[in-house]
């Protein structure tokens, strides 16, 4: 029957079960494609992932000069962007869009252009943000903010007229709220589950963006590392890194998670 | 002493006229039901004197004051309690306090002194949730509430801030009949304590306007009961009060017989529900003159 509940203990052995499976499927694939070619670098083995986080964790530069391992060169390039991109479209994308499903005079104008600007890919303007921000650290916070701004304003917008009655508003201004208090007493929190939601979906894109613009024009980064190892066919150290991009997003969306049941337990999403 | 003042108030909607002159004087303390058929205009007028659809014509005063848009002075319940989510129903009802005797720069910048303001708020509205029986459920979230207990913490809310008059908008329409003879009443309760503090000398606190579709709840409930309908020699004009008569009062503890209702229920009917029945829109309102008769019965000599 569909739908028909399983024990936890049975939900628990078959995710077990599926993991085992995947990296089972890893295993004979690999070892059969070293069979036809020892020297391959597709598929490493054991061997292969254990030489390859050595590369990635080992200390770089030369004796008078030390430098900082691979890994911690790359993630803290690419966390400082990401973190910065993500904060400042959060931000604006809150405040355009509060703002425009408060006010009507800020809708009319800003509604119709950041839809329009919500469609094109945001990756697509990459170019235009190069143009305007050279490869400095201001491309990828740029790359970041403003491709999850257009669609996030959007959702923050809807959110700020749907789930915000007409009656929830008119009864503040009987208790005596002002227009300010209105959107900091009423709007906000009501929302706020909402644009938790939302920040939550757009740490997979702004990963796509940043990835993406670090590959085209970062010196250091995960983007640049991924890119630069796979045209080097060293994939141990690129598997690394992507493993290491899937437990970062897992990570977030389950902290998230906590934090809206710990802020909001009225929410019942 | 009026707490609500209507004056010559008349709307309509492009060519549609709905409401027409109307004129209605409601007296602090008193509990006014209007009732009449769908569509005449009854919740038109209520969001005028909400303030947030002002008329086409006419003048509204609350407590003298003219009404340009929703404030502190007209209090607002609505048939879907619109409680906010996010708040516990202590927070509710403390809300009305807060958003009237602070401002957001205060809270923001004299913390320390908001907070200490903000248990005092905390406790002001836990001795309101107690006058409707929710002082157990404070700390609760309105959807850890039923419809009844919901509707009890948006009265307590708007309550609080003692408007000078307090609107409901078929309050009880969405309950169970239990609870909705429970929260009668409560609305009895309410009456009773207006007369003591008129007996006292004192401004009766409660001043309400409810609109309902139910008959009896109407005569049970107000002391007061206006019909709106466009069932009158005018009503081409739109609706207008057709009738406003007193009606008998109930203390919570008196059973509940209707059957005291039965005439003034049928004259009702006739006067504000009955399209074949064209009056001239005076006939039935004599609210006033019925006041002033009693009080002259009642004076010594």
Not at chain 2, 211 to 217: A, D, F, G, R, S
Not at chain 2, 276 to 287: L, R
Request: glycine fraction near 6%; include cysteine.
């Amino acid at each position: 029957m569909v739908r028909y509940p399983i024990p936890q203990w049975l939900m628990i052995v078959l995710a077990l079960a599926g993991l085992t499976v995947a990296i089972s499927v890893y295993g004979i694939l690999s070892a059969r494609l070293t069979a036809t070619n020892p020297s391959q670098t597709s598929l490493p083995g054991i061997k292969g992932m254990l030489a390859g986080l050595k590369q990635i964790t080992a200390r770089q530069g030369t004796e008078e000069k030390p430098k900082e391992s691979w890994l911690r060169q790359d993630t803290k390039a690419s966390l400082l962007r990401l973190i910065l991109g993500i904060a400042i479209g959060v931000f604006a994308s809150i405040v355009v869009g509060v703002l425009m499903g408060s006010y009507l005079w800020i809708e009319a104008p800003l509604a119709p252009l950041i839809s329009f600007m919500a469609k094109i890919p945001p990756t697509a303007m990459l170019p235009l943000y190069m143009v305007a921000f050279g490869t400095n650290i201001q491309l990828f916070i740029a790359m970041v903010a403003l491709g999850i701004f257009f669609s996030m304003a959007m959702s923050v917008f809807q959110a700020t007229r749907q789930d915000v009655t007409q009656e929830a508003i008119q009864k503040a201004y009987t208790l005596g709220a002002s227009d300010m208090e209105v959107i900091f007493e009423i709007i906000l929190p009501q929302i706020m589950p909402r644009i938790l939601e939302n920040i939550r979906l757009q740490i997979g894109p702004a990963m796509v963006f940043l990835i993406a613009a670090e590959a085209l024009f970062a010196d250091v980064g995960f983007g640049y590392r991924i890119r630069l190892e796979s045209r080097l066919l060293r994939m141990n150290t690129v598997y690394w890194y992507l493993a290491l991009l899937g437990c970062f997003g897992l990570l977030l969306d389950f902290l998230l998670l906590k934090l809206r049941k710990w802020l909001m337990p009225w929410f019942q999403g | 002493m009026d707490s609500l003042v209507i004056e010559n108030v008349s709307h309509w909607f492009g060519e549609t006229r709905v409401l027409n002159n109307i004129d209605l004087r409601i007296e602090a303390g008193q509990i006014v039901a209007v009732v009449g058929p769908s569509g005449c205009g009854k919740s038109t007028l209520l969001k005028a004197i909400l303030g947030t659809h002002p008329t086409k014509a006419g003048t509204i005063t609350a407590d003298g004051i003219p009404i340009t848009g929703p404030n502190r002075n007209v209090g607002m319940v609505y048939q879907h309690y619109s409680l906010y989510d996010f708040l516990t129903a202590e927070q509710n009802v403390a809300l009305g306090l807060k958003l009237d005797e602070t401002s957001l720069p205060y809270r923001w910048f004299a913390l320390p002194w908001w907070l200490s303001k903000r248990q005092e708020h905390l406790t002001r509205a836990r001795e309101y949730l107690k006058r409707v029986h929710l002082q157990d459920a404070a700390q609760r979230y309105p959807s850890g509430l039923s419809g009844g207990m919901r509707q009890r913490v948006a009265i307590a809310q708007a309550m609080i801030l003692k408007p000078k008059i307090l609107l409901l908008d078929e309050p009880f329409g969405a309950l169970d009949e239990a609870t909705r003879e429970d929260l009668q009443m409560m609305l009895l309760q309410f009456y009773q304590e207006n007369l003591k503090a008129k007996a006292e000398g004192r401004v009766p606190e409660y001043t309400m306007l409810f609109v309902t579709h139910e008959l009896n709840e109407a005569l049970y409930v107000a002391d007061r009961v206006v019909g709106l309908s466009r069932f009158h020699t005018e009503g081409h004009l739109g609706a207008t009060v057709v009738y406003d008569r007193p009606c008998p009062i109930f203390k919570p503890e008196d059973p509940r017989d209707f059957s005291r209702l039965l005439e003034q229920k049928e004259e009702l009917r006739n006067a504000v529900f009955d399209p074949e029945y064209i009056k001239h829109h005076s006939e039935y309102v004599s609210f006033w003159d019925e006041i002033a008769e009693q009080a002259a019965k009642l004076a010594p000599n």
